[in-house]
């Protein structure tokens, strides 16, 4: 068993003996066994390991998109298994920013209805000042009003890091932000992710295949055949 190497004390996500199996004829697949955990506010943690190890199953899980088949995951305070998906969703709107490889973005929205979208489900006022505002932090201000098909790769992906950052999320959880870019625009976006993550104070959770971007993290734990394998400090 694997201890987590946080302080709970600070802590905003904690999991305990979390393991995750589906059901296979003949018996269970095993995708994580009895994982321990503790990430505290403002850390910033790199999940890797190889394909097939288990870590975005982890990240889906501490994330609340699914559920344990045993084990306790408390984010912000809630235990997420002991939800259904109608509270776990108000959970995420409530606390949680997504950055995905493949972005996500809506395809008819342009890429500021594509950031205000987040705030107007929120129903927080002066959406698209807000929005503006973090696409201008971004790089974006010349391509507010194209849509997703009219931008790079590059571009797409920070308008999704604005999505991600613009409701001022406590916890920011990324799934190989920059595996489908470019080596330079990759950094671009690994720059910018960091720089969002330091100056709103938010929590960042990633996996990873590059090491480069993992140890710009605090921390990076391994995942191998579906167990913490290590967890080690980057300073």
Known sequence: MTTPTSTDSGSVLQAREVSKSVPMPGQPLQILNAINLSVNKAESLAIVGESGSGKSTLLGLLAG???PSSGSIALMGNNLETMNEDQRAKVRAAHV???FQSFQLLANLSALENVMLPLEIGNVPNADTKAQDILYRVGLEKRIHHYPSQLSGGEQQRVALARAFV???EILF???PTGNLDTKTG???ADQLFELNATEDTT???VTHDIKLALRCNRTITMNAGQLQ???SNS
Request: aromatic share 4%; charged share 25%.
């Open 65 to 67: 998109l699914d559920v």
């Open 187 to 189: 950094a671009s976006i």
């Open 167 to 169: 409701a001022k999320p």
């Open 174 to 176: 990324a799934d190989e």
């Open 204 to 206: 960042l959770i990633l």
């Open 97 to 99: 920013g997504f950055v």
């Open 230 to 232: 290590s967890d080690l």
